[in-house]
């Protein structure tokens, strides 16, 4: 019952798409409100930020600045958009408090508002990546067709994360810092202005018990132009699954106690 009552919610949180629509633009217009060139900011910090550490990185770590620069691009835009959630889901039902208290609407919708919001980011930060690869063409080829269903995998792996993580930091508010600490750790230890073959061959493994790492590379490798592998498929796919069900779980057992606890 309780399994049915969460599906439910997501049910009726994907009903109410037109409404965290608008509430994620008009998260993005509150927060740039003041600013010139709005989100955009966001666009040239990234493209300052590709445009120092390419350089930097590639003589640091001796790679061709042709093949490393859209690896570090696509890197940073893409860490951006997973942490930038995750970081955010702490606080998603937090900052609703107001339409909480006085409507009944689906936990659900808050968490798509949140992944909606950085969606739309998203888009302009790949823009940056577009430059990089007039300047530095990458040779794309029948890879980028497997894009949506990756994206929709890292979507799927979001949203369970989101879940979980909107529920416990409502319940517990001293573990948004943490969780935000652990996003920063993850950051240097996973493959982003690094490559995982840097590691030596006796430490290849360790890269696969990161789940940042299954869920960059699906969305990076087909903008390279190089098909992910199976392994990464697979277990991108399962931690999915795993991850619903356990989001499900909590979520049907917890949704009503989330308002008292705002």
């Known amino acids: 019952m309780k399994y049915l009552n969460a599906v439910n919610d997501i049910r009726d949180g994907l009903h109410c798409r037109d409404l965290w629509f608008a509430l994620g633009i008009q998260d993005i217009r509150q927060r740039y409100r003041r ?7 966001l666009t040239i910090s990234m493209a300052v930020m590709i445009g120092a550490m390419g350089p930097l990185y590639g003589a640091l770590f001796k790679y061709d600045p042709v ?8 890197g940073l835009i893409i860490w951006g958009f997973i942490a930038g959630q995750i970081g955010d889901f702490g606080e998603a039902f937090s900052n609703s408090t107001n339409y909480l208290r006085q409507m009944k ?3 659900s919708m808050f968490v798509f508002r949140v992944m909606w919001r950085h969606t739309i980011i998203l888009g302009h930060n790949i823009l940056v990546y577009l430059v990089v690869w007039a300047i530095l063409p990458v040779h794309l080829n029948a890879s980028l067709l ?3 269903i990756a994206f929709l995998i890292v979507l799927v792996n979001l949203f369970w994360m989101g879940i979980i993580t909107s529920i416990f ?3 517990y508010r001293d573990m948004h810092p943490v969780i935000g600490n652990l996003v920063q750790v993850m950051f240097f230890v996973t493959p982003i202005i690094w490559k995982a073959e840097q590691l030596s061959p006796e ?9 940042f790492f299954y869920l960059l590379e699906l969305l990076r490798e087909p903008l390279l132009g190089v098909m992910p592998e199976p392994v990464i498929w697979i277990r991108a796919s399962v931690m999915a699954v795993v991850g619903l069900v356990l989001a499900l779980l909590m979520l049907g057992k917890l949704r009503h106690r989330v308002t008292y606890w705002l």
Do not use: D, K
């Open 169 to 171: 930091c409502t319940r």
């Open 35 to 41: 600013s010139l060139l709005g989100p955009f900011w």
């Open 67 to 74: 093949s490393f620069i859209p690896h570090l691009a696509l």
């Open 203 to 211: 430490r290849q493994h360790l890269i696969h018990f990161n789940p």
């Open 105 to 107: 609407l689906p936990l």
């Open 146 to 148: 497997v894009l949506p």
